[in-house]
């Protein structure tokens, strides 16, 4: 097994090395193909791996070699298998498989394909040894090599100003969030030499709950966390990567890189509940990010802006439910976040594909008729994002507020909320595209066409996923196994929600029924009036939802001009009037000296 376990990661590393070397002289399709078939392969070997035992309920750890070792402290190159490495590996490799497979056609056309296709690999085999390490410095490997893939695939229609601009954005804030991260590394390895996962959740229980070196600690990585999922105030950076290709938005969005923060916390389970503050803190920032963000979602007019914003908020509800102490909770919404999400992104690159590269939502409209498949998967996905029973984001989302109403009840309400605002923007994103009439130019609605079944396969499965993927977690009042309780109780401590069972009842009841006068009203409000968002926003709110609250504009003045202003002082003073002038005057003096002695020689 533990060569098996190797070459999970090792096979999509492959992929990448010979796409970038050899990918050139190889047809499309080939280079696909290499893409495409080495990440099936380490899916495949994933559910092999995980269906020949039973004792990754505890986990299992493979060491491979000495990494780094001195006196009183070893760091190992190995790999924690449990069932939550299990379950993020699952997600990485089957759902990434998809956006592989969506992506052959999708991207076919593109004179960067094998770049494209070994830039997917590398992501996917970073993301790998992410969730498989068994140490944080392994863990923080993947999180480096993540960030530099997201770099590579959000700039890579390199030739657009604004696309480098982009890619320069999210990895430079994600470097800020990294140094939080790094620091919590240092200072576990400092006052409790060791970095092991398993380790440092065995010495949580030992330790004084609220110890400050603990709330350091875990504050830390939160901080790293923060960056890397895009919670406040590191968030910004995530709706410009829509820059990249929409495959690129999907596998960061759905199935990898933004959900990294969250496996790092419910990973160290132990740790963070021994520092209530943190948590406290974790909790807060994940309810305002969720709430700001739909807001955002609301004014939103490119399809993929919308669905950027959505992610932002589902990632709030999931460390929301971090910070109430309920772990399981998280993954279970991370599950079902990665079908759906995935399914929305993949959904919304069909439209745009059939609408020859327009975004616009204003644009759109009518094409429920001419993309049928992608109509009704879109509609699957909708429908599971916003909650409506018995689709997947239903359970997970009112699990999550249970939850958090168990832990505060404002808390509780500002999601609900939330929630509220996640069905109105998703809707109306849904209603604006498919349905009325088309609002396009006369050559688009010639184009437009049913994308090709490499794109659509990947649409019905993802669809079928948020169609069922929540039955993994039933409420409790319905009296039926929850799955994933029972798969992570051995890693994860399970949180012991104390709502009554007719708070649950009536949650799901409220639920349904809001969502129910959602539906009618924007469906009455931009089909029924005919009601088109206008070009540009009257109203000072109006204004401030749409221009995102003006926070790319305030850390421009802030940060960004000061330091501009301070470089560019530093450059007068210090490179073009000291530092040019010690050079000239270098200079100078060895002219000088070589005519007074010329005139001595000769």
């Known amino acids: 097994m533990r060569s098996l376990f190797l070459f999970i990661p090792l096979l999509p590393l492959i992929g990448f090395l010979i796409n970038i070397s050899w990918g050139n002289s190889m047809s499309k399709s080939i280079s696909g193909w290499i893409g495409k078939l080495t990440v099936l392969l380490s899916f495949l070997l994933v559910v092999y791996g995980w269906s020949q035992s039973s004792v990754y309920e505890h986990g299992l750890d493979y060491t491979y070699f000495k990494w780094i070792e001195t006196s009183n402290f070893t760091i190992n190159f190995s790999f924690l298998i449990d069932n939550l490495s299990f379950l993020m590996m699952s997600i990485i490799t ?100 060791t970095i092991e996962y398993v380790a ?70 132990g740790l963070f509940l021994a520092a209530p503050f943190t948590m406290d803190i974790i909790l807060s920032i994940g309810v305002c990010t969720a709430l700001i963000a739909a807001i955002i979602a609301t004014r939103q007019n490119d399809i993929k802006k919308v669905l950027a914003y959505s992610t932002v908020s589902q990632l709030g509800f999931m460390f929301a439910a971090l910070g109430a102490g309920a772990f399981v909770t998280g993954m279970f919404h991370l599950t079902t976040h990665a079908f759906f999400k995935a399914l929305l992104f993949l959904g919304s690159g069909s439209v745009i594909h059939a609408m020859s590269g327009e975004q616009d939502i204003r644009n759109m409209g009518g094409l429920k008729s001419k993309l049928k498949i992608t109509h009704l998967t879109f509609l699957i996905g909708t429908l599971a994002i916003t909650g409506v029973p018995p689709l997947a984001g239903f359970f997970s989302k009112d699990e999550v507020l249970a939850n958090v109403y168990s832990k505060s009840f404002w808390m509780f309400v500002f999601l609900a909320v ?36 490499s794109m659509t396969l990947p649409l019905i499965i993802l669809a079928i996923l948020s169609a069922f993927g929540g039955f993994l977690g039933f409420p409790e009042v319905f009296h039926m196994p ?91 003073i210090f490179d073009r009037k000291i530092t040019d002038c010690l050079v000239n005057q270098i200079g100078l003096t060895a002219l000088l000296s070589g005519q007074i002695i010329r005139k001595l020689q000769t």
């Open 482 to 572: 929850h799955f994933l309780n029972k798969l992570l109780g051995g890693v994860v401590k399970i949180s012991e929600s104390e709502v009554s069972h007719a708070f649950e009842y009536g949650l799901m009841g409220v639920s349904v029924l809001l969502l129910a006068i959602i539906i009618y009203f924007t469906y009455n409000y931009f089909i029924k009036q005919n009601n088109v968002p206008r070009q540009n926003e009257q109203g000072f709110w109006a204004r401030a939802i749409s221009n995102k609250f003006y926070v790319d504009e305030a850390y421009n003045a802030v940060f960004i001009s000061p330091l501009n202003s301070f470089s560019n002082w530093l450059y007068r």
């Open 200 to 269: 440092l959740n065995e010495l949580a229980k030992s330790i004084p709950v609220g110890a400050a070196i603990v709330t350091l600690i875990t504050f830390a990585l939160f901080i790293g966390a923060t960056g890397k999922s895009a919670q406040i105030p590191l968030y910004t950076w995530l709706p410009d990567a829509m820059a990249g290709p929409t495959p690129v938005s999907a596998l960061i969005h759905a199935a990898t890189m933004v959900t990294a923060g969250i496996y790092m916390i419910t990973r160290l389970n």
């Open 94 to 193: 089957g759902i990434g498989f998809l956006i592989h497979l969506y992506s052959s056609g999708y991207m076919h056309d593109d004179d960067g394909y094998h770049r494209f296709f070994a830039y997917l690999n590398l992501f996917i085999f970073f993301m790998l040894i992410l969730v498989m390490g068994s140490n944080l410095l392994m863990t923080f490997i993947g999180w480096e090599g993540v960030g530099l893939c997201s770099y590579l695939l959000i700039g890579f229609w390199f030739k657009e100003h604004e696309n480098n601009d982009a890619a320069k954005k999210a990895f430079i804030m994600n470097r800020i969030g990294d140094l939080g991260f790094l620091i919590g590394i240092f200072l576990c390895i400092f006052h409790y030499h």
């Open 418 to 453: 939330t929630s509220v605002l996640t069905a109105f923007y998703m809707f109306r994103l849904y209603f604006l595209t498919f349905f009325g009439t088309f609002r396009g130019t006369h050559e688009q609605e010639h184009h437009l066409h049913e994308s090709p079944f």
